[in-house]
């Protein structure tokens, strides 16, 4: 299994990009994905993520740090294992290193699957220049 994104790059403040996470391999069940950020000097951490079994879409619960609630949004595509952070208004303190997240299940039993383990993607840059 492996996780792939895409989507960052250079703005302006106030300006907007789309990263998206998709997830490849065979035979995998995703119990949760999420985006963590990990700001120069400072270590990772959660931005926005999604738990529970995510199913046509709708997911479970989402959690989204304060800091960039009313400007990143998650969405998810079940059907394209993959998930979308769609953020807006961004300034100089998003600059980061934004890396997706997965835990995904993996070992089919006839019972349900055989163990859970954490991916991660290989982080993709955001600059925002003020």
């Known amino acids: 299994v492996q996780l792939v994104e895409s989507g960052g790059g250079a703005v302006e403040a106030g300006g907007s990009l789309r990263l998206a996470c998709a997830t490849s391999?065979?035979?995998?069940?995703?119990?949760?994905m999420d985006w963590y950020r990990e700001l120069p000097g400072k270590s990772r951490e959660l931005v926005v993520g999604?738990?529970?079994?995510?199913?046509?879409?709708?997911?479970?619960?989402?959690n989204i740090a304060e800091s960039v609630k009313g400007r990143f949004t998650l969405s998810s595509d079940a059907a394209k294992n993959a998930v979308y952070l769609q953020m807006t208004d961004l300034g100089p303190s998003d600059t980061a290193v934004y890396y997706c997240?997965?835990?995904?299940?993996?070992?089919?039993?006839?019972?349900?699957?055989?163990?859970?383990?954490?991916?991660w993607g290989q982080g993709t840059q955001v600059t925002v220049s003020s």
């Open positions: 391999g065979s035979d995998f069940g995703i119990n949760g």
């Open positions: 997240h997965a835990e995904i299940f993996t070992g089919r039993t006839p019972t349900g699957w055989d163990r859970l383990s954490d991916y």
């Open positions: 999604i738990s529970g079994i995510m199913t046509g879409g709708t997911g479970g619960n989402t």
